[in-house]
């Protein structure tokens, strides 16, 4: 953000990309936890991340979807792997992407590490073809 509070213009791009890919919904719920002591790191998620990377032209959101799901699953971070997933109805990434990324995890990242993502691909997957887990998402 600007010194006087004003929102740079790559926290404003950045939040747009944030709001397209993750849905209004999850990114309100994100921000009705900020705190004073979060606000510094949650700009810097705003503008670098969002701003800087996903709002960038080279790649399509889907892409990214699919990139930034091998990376999360690689390391192993479980809850960003499942929010990027979800994800997929925004971008339009496919389930048959998530998997073909998963693959490549298994060659370039280990088997283990693959099979747990796939772990959480499928009860991600699965609850988002509920009917109450979409309404829960998208309300």
């Known amino acids: 953000m600007g010194g006087d509070d004003t929102p740079s213009e790559r926290y404003v791009s950045g939040m747009r990309t944030r709001r397209n890919v993750l ?7 994100a921000e009705a936890r900020k705190s004073e ?11 670098a991340a969002w701003g800087h ?3 960038r032209p080279q790649w399509t ?7 930034t799901i091998a990376l999360m699953a690689a ?8 929010m990027h997933i979800r994800a997929c109805r925004n971008t339009g990434a496919s389930d048959a992407d998530i998997r073909e990324a998963l693959l490549h995890v298994a060659i ?3 088997v283990p ?5 796939i772990a959480i691909a499928k009860k991600v997957l699965g609850e ?12």
């Open 53 to 55: 990377v996903w709002s």
């Open 61 to 67: 959101p889907r892409e990214r979807s699919i990139v």
């Open 128 to 139: 988002m073809q509920e009917p109450s887990a979409a309404e829960d998402n998208n309300g």
């Open 23 to 29: 849905g209004d919904a999850h990114v309100d719920r």
């Open 37 to 47: 002591f979060d606000a510094p790191f949650q700009e810097l998620i705003v503008e």
């Open 75 to 82: 390391l192993g971070h479980d809850e960003e792997l499942a």
């Open 113 to 117: 590490a693959a099979n747990h993502a």
């Open 108 to 110: 370039y990242a280990g």
